[in-house]
């Protein structure tokens, strides 16, 4: 059974910074892309970073390219993310997800994590 296991989130006061990991395990994963969504309360599921086998990067935007950095430990089976300078806005649930195609869509990743709060007070 696949699994993927975040952790790292939690309450962070504006500017700080935070790092996550999402453990992946349960079959072999190479060529596939690992990445990030999030959610916030009332809103959809957005996309936020992916990392290709390769280490080829893709992130949503300019409200994340150059705060958030996306990286993988491919012996390891795990992904990161590091987010510095965090705004409330990025408070939301954070999603660790696992594919064979980089997408913004969030119906066509394979795998997904049961995700983890991530809080910015103001």
């Known amino acids: 059974q696949v699994q993927l296991v975040e952790s790292g989130g939690g309450l962070v006061q504006a500017g700080g910074s935070l790092r996550l990991s999402c453990a992946a395990s349960g079959r072999t994963f190479t060529g596939y892309i690992m990445g990030w969504f999030r959610q916030a309360p009332g809103k959809e599921r957005e996309f936020v970073a992916a990392i290709r086998w390769s280490g080829g990067t893709l992130y949503s935007g300019d409200s994340v390219k150059g705060r958030f950095t996306i990286s993988r430990d491919n012996a390891k089976n795990t992904v990161y993310l590091q987010m510095n300078s965090l705004k409330p806005e990025d408070t939301a649930v954070y999603y660790c997800?696992?594919?064979?195609?980089?997408?913004?869509?969030?119906?066509?990743?394979?795998?997904w994590g049961q995700g983890t709060q991530i809080t910015v007070s103001s």
């Open positions: 997800v696992v594919g064979l195609l980089a997408t913004i869509d969030s119906n066509r990743w394979d795998y």
